[in-house]
């Protein structure tokens, strides 16, 4: 069967993710919280090159698992590293198998239209608005109101719909509020603890 060397190869691929991940799980532990903190950051306690600094910090800052975060950040050649992105791509895809990883589009796509549509002082990728959209995806219903008639100072909000969010529940309703009236819109703290908690 021709897709037989190719399923081979995945194979390998996700075993050697795999042991690469287990490596070193003592001390991921412990120093988990730290590391979480730190490798969110342009900084690394590898050198990496600006390639794969860019893939860890904003291609897959969002997507990534502290642990896939901290396998990779492990790894010491770029061999290494290009099979690990390969392989993390590969664990997400609907249709192996198939030329096309329709998550690993998507997930392009959803940054591409975060950073058109809700950049500010930071790129669109980085916003409230911006992470959601590209972890979640777009909406069902969007509603804008101009002010929030509460005992706050008016402030414009963004109320988002989703029929469901896995591990969140259904008829999911998420504000944002424009903080500033300038379109810097951020989601309401308690909401945020629970969807986007700091990397």
Request: aromatic fraction near 10%; charged fraction near 25%; charge should be neutral.
């Amino acid at each position: 069967m021709a897709t037989t060397p190719y399923i081979k190869m995945t194979a390998c691929f996700l075993q050697a993710a795999l042991v690469a991940m287990c490596i070193g799980a003592p001390a991921r532990a412990q120093s988990s919280r730290s590391e979480q903190r730190t490798t969110g950051s342009s900084k690394s306690s590898h050198d990496l090159s600006s390639e794969y600094q860019r893939w860890l910090d904003e291609d897959v800052r969002w997507i990534i698992t502290p642990e896939e975060r901290a396998a990779f950040i492990r790894l010491s050649k770029n061999e290494e590293r290009d099979r690990f992105v390969e392989a993390f791509w590969l664990r997400r895809d609907p249709t192996p198998g198939t030329a096309q990883n329709e998550y690993k589009e998507e997930h392009y796509r959803r940054i591409a239209y975060a950073n058109v549509h809700f950049a500010q002082a930071v790129p669109g990728w980085e916003t409230d608005r911006g992470r959601i959209y590209i972890v979640y995806g777009p909406p069902e219903g969007i509603k804008t109101d101009s002010a929030r008639s509460s005992g706050d100072p008016a402030k414009p909000t963004q109320v988002w719909h989703y029929h469901s969010i896995m591990g969140y529940g259904r008829n999911i309703d998420l504000k944002f509020v424009d903080v500033c009236s300038c379109g810097d819109y951020r989601l309401e703290a308690h909401q945020k603890n629970l969807l986007i908690p700091d990397i």
